[in-house]
Protein backbone atom coordinates (compact mmCIF):
# COMPACT_ATOMS: atom_id res chain seq x y z
CA UNK A 1 0.00 0.00 0.00
CA UNK A 2 1.72 3.33 -0.83
CA UNK A 3 0.83 6.47 1.77
CA UNK A 4 1.16 8.24 -1.06
CA UNK A 5 -1.94 7.89 -2.23
CA UNK A 6 -4.85 9.21 0.14
CA UNK A 7 -2.70 7.99 2.98
CA UNK A 8 -2.58 4.34 2.12
CA UNK A 9 -5.83 3.52 2.40
CA UNK A 10 -7.28 0.33 2.30
CA UNK A 11 -10.10 0.27 -0.49
CA UNK A 12 -12.47 -2.46 -1.66
CA UNK A 13 -9.69 -3.20 -5.07
CA UNK A 14 -6.95 -3.19 -2.50
CA UNK A 15 -8.80 -5.60 0.24
CA UNK A 16 -9.45 -7.79 -2.58
CA UNK A 17 -5.65 -7.85 -4.06
CA UNK A 18 -4.40 -8.64 -0.70
CA UNK A 19 -7.14 -11.41 -0.23
CA UNK A 20 -6.19 -13.12 -3.47
CA UNK A 21 -2.42 -12.83 -2.44
CA UNK A 22 -3.42 -14.69 0.75
CA UNK A 23 -5.34 -17.40 -0.91
CA UNK A 24 -3.29 -17.87 -3.51
CA UNK A 25 0.21 -18.29 -1.37
CA UNK A 26 -2.41 -21.21 0.76
CA UNK A 27 -3.23 -23.06 -2.39
CA UNK A 28 0.77 -22.89 -3.00
CA UNK A 29 1.54 -23.85 0.67
CA UNK A 30 4.11 -20.67 0.73
CA UNK A 31 3.95 -18.28 3.71
CA UNK A 32 3.30 -14.49 3.30
CA UNK A 33 4.97 -11.49 4.34
CA UNK A 34 3.59 -8.53 4.33
CA UNK A 35 4.78 -4.87 4.58
CA UNK A 36 2.48 -2.11 5.55
CA UNK A 37 2.08 1.55 5.34
CA UNK A 38 -2.15 2.45 6.05
CA UNK A 39 -4.39 5.25 7.42
CA UNK A 40 -6.59 2.28 7.54
CA UNK A 41 -9.84 1.94 5.66
CA UNK A 42 -11.08 3.67 2.65
CA UNK A 43 -14.13 5.42 4.87
CA UNK A 44 -15.57 6.78 1.51
CA UNK A 45 -16.03 3.57 0.06
CA UNK A 46 -18.19 2.67 3.20
CA UNK A 47 -19.29 -0.80 4.17
CA UNK A 48 -17.21 -2.23 0.94
CA UNK A 49 -14.16 -0.83 2.73
CA UNK A 50 -14.74 -2.46 5.83
CA UNK A 51 -15.61 -5.35 4.79
CA UNK A 52 -12.47 -6.16 3.77
CA UNK A 53 -10.81 -6.47 6.87
CA UNK A 54 -13.35 -9.48 8.08
CA UNK A 55 -12.32 -10.77 4.26
CA UNK A 56 -8.79 -10.47 4.58
CA UNK A 57 -8.68 -11.98 8.37
CA UNK A 58 -10.68 -14.86 7.08
CA UNK A 59 -8.21 -15.51 4.53
CA UNK A 60 -5.55 -15.44 6.67
CA UNK A 61 -7.98 -17.39 9.39
CA UNK A 62 -7.36 -20.70 6.73
CA UNK A 63 -3.83 -19.29 6.16
CA UNK A 64 -2.47 -20.11 9.42
CA UNK A 65 -4.71 -21.85 11.22
CA UNK A 66 -5.83 -24.52 8.99
CA UNK A 67 -2.90 -24.81 6.80
CA UNK A 68 -0.91 -24.13 9.63
CA UNK A 69 1.47 -21.52 6.92
CA UNK A 70 3.81 -18.43 8.42
CA UNK A 71 2.53 -15.16 8.08
CA UNK A 72 5.01 -12.12 8.72
CA UNK A 73 2.86 -8.93 8.98
CA UNK A 74 6.37 -6.17 9.15
CA UNK A 75 4.62 -2.77 9.97
CA UNK A 76 6.21 0.59 9.05
CA UNK A 77 5.07 4.08 9.68
CA UNK A 78 2.54 4.83 10.11
CA UNK A 79 0.49 2.06 10.42
CA UNK A 80 -2.81 2.80 11.80
CA UNK A 81 -7.07 2.20 11.93
CA UNK A 82 -8.65 -0.81 10.00
CA UNK A 83 -5.10 -2.45 9.00
CA UNK A 84 -3.53 -1.75 12.55
CA UNK A 85 -6.94 -3.37 13.78
CA UNK A 86 -7.22 -6.35 11.07
CA UNK A 87 -4.25 -7.85 9.33
CA UNK A 88 -1.54 -6.17 10.75
CA UNK A 89 -1.42 -7.22 13.98
CA UNK A 90 -2.69 -11.04 12.67
CA UNK A 91 0.91 -11.99 11.94
CA UNK A 92 2.73 -15.33 13.20
CA UNK A 93 5.22 -12.51 13.87
CA UNK A 94 5.52 -9.09 13.75
CA UNK A 95 8.02 -6.19 13.35
CA UNK A 96 8.06 -3.06 13.52
CA UNK A 97 10.22 -0.36 12.09
CA UNK A 98 12.11 1.46 14.98
CA UNK A 99 10.34 4.53 16.09
CA UNK A 100 6.97 3.62 13.79
CA UNK A 101 3.69 5.44 14.49
CA UNK A 102 1.31 1.79 15.10
CA UNK A 103 -2.21 2.83 16.33
CA UNK A 104 -5.69 2.33 15.52
CA UNK A 105 -6.44 5.80 15.96
CA UNK A 106 -4.91 8.72 15.15
CA UNK A 107 -4.41 11.93 17.45
CA UNK A 108 -7.46 13.84 15.38
CA UNK A 109 -9.78 11.46 15.56
CA UNK A 110 -9.01 10.34 19.64
CA UNK A 111 -9.49 13.80 19.97
CA UNK A 112 -12.58 14.42 18.66
CA UNK A 113 -13.83 11.31 20.33
CA UNK A 114 -13.32 12.07 23.88
CA UNK A 115 -14.05 15.52 23.49
CA UNK A 116 -10.88 16.86 25.24
CA UNK A 117 -6.88 17.24 24.02
CA UNK A 118 -4.21 14.87 24.47
CA UNK A 119 -1.38 15.63 25.75
CA UNK A 120 1.03 17.00 22.99
CA UNK A 121 4.08 14.46 22.86
CA UNK A 122 1.14 11.98 21.63
CA UNK A 123 3.84 10.16 18.90
CA UNK A 124 5.54 8.84 22.30
CA UNK A 125 8.97 10.15 20.71
Given at each position: ????????????????????????????????????????????????????????????????????????????????????ASFGMLGDIIIAEPKAYIAFAGKRVIEQTLGQKVIE?????
Amino acid sequence: MDFKFMGGSMGSVVGEKITRLIERATAESLPVIMVCASGGARMQEGSFSLMQMAKIASALYIHQKDKKLLYISILTSPTTGGVTASFGMLGDIIIAEPKAYIAFAGKRVIEQTLGQKVIEDFSGD
